[in-house]
């Protein structure tokens, strides 16, 4: 949805045009108000492949094809595995038998195999660390190193079009709609019109917000261990 599809929907709900919206022009203030408080909330993933480095830096914290801003590091997988079987120290260790004996025994190799093995054991593939502020995603893979990784992440909202669920949309809607109803009903309670063709709701209005932002932000901290926040 579009700024102006979310300014749209609320003035319909106020009842414009029949009713005048005298805060018509701080309606995207109000909406960013909204998309602030609530992009802490969203957390759905979305991935890219890239090549693997022990250091990777993404430039501006921009990601896949320049399309998003990185906020968080979920996760990292192993997109595709060269065939390799040792590292380098198991290589020397080969080299070293094969220049005292003439060969490499089948031994030989078991041994290497199982070195790597426990090695595999006792450390933590794919281990990460992502420095948001300097924009560098830090990674450990064990052997083989992989030649690409599949990374998921949380995105970087910066606009209120770069929501695209509906899910996400509709909370955002309801909770900009409410704020709208609080800060009007807060102007309209500080003056009466007798002679006016519409009554002025300033107590309703501000009934309807109170209630309104409760459920929404209650419903958002219920389920934070679902959803949980992201600073």
Not at 172 to 177: D, H, I, P, V, W
């Amino acid at each position: 949805m579009t700024l102006e599809e979310y300014k749209d929907d609320i003035l319909l709900q106020l009842g414009f045009p029949i009713v005048k919206v005298e805060i018509n022009e701080q309606l995207e203030q109000i909406i960013d108000m909204a998309f602030r408080e609530i992009k802490h909330y969203i957390t759905d993933t979305r991935t890219a492949t890239i090549p693997y480095a022990e250091k990777m830096h993404i430039e501006e914290g921009k990601f896949n094809k320049g399309k998003d801003m990185i906020n968080t590091v979920v996760m990292i997988m192993r997109s595709n595995t060269p065939n390799r079987i040792a590292d380098f120290q198991d290589i020397m260790y080969l080299a070293a038998r094969q220049s005292s004996l003439q060969y490499v025994s089948l031994t030989d190799y078991n041994r290497a195999l199982l070195t790597q093995q426990l090695k595999n054991s006792i450390a933590t593939d794919l281990d990460f660390y992502w420095d948001k502020k300097n924009s560098d995603l830090y990674c450990y893979a064990n052997y083989p190193k992989p030649d690409k990784i599949t990374v998921v992440y949380i995105p970087e909202y910066k606009t209120v079009e770069d929501i695209v669920e509906p899910f996400w949309q509709n909370l955002l809607r309801r909770l900009a709609l409410a704020l709208t109803k609080q800060i009007l009903g807060r102007i309209r309670g500080k003056f009466k019109l007798n002679s006016s063709t519409y009554e002025i709701d300033s107590d309703q209005l501000l009934s309807e917000a109170t209630a309104e932002l409760e459920e929404i932000r209650g419903f958002l901290n219920e389920n934070s261990d679902m959803m949980l926040p992201i600073d």
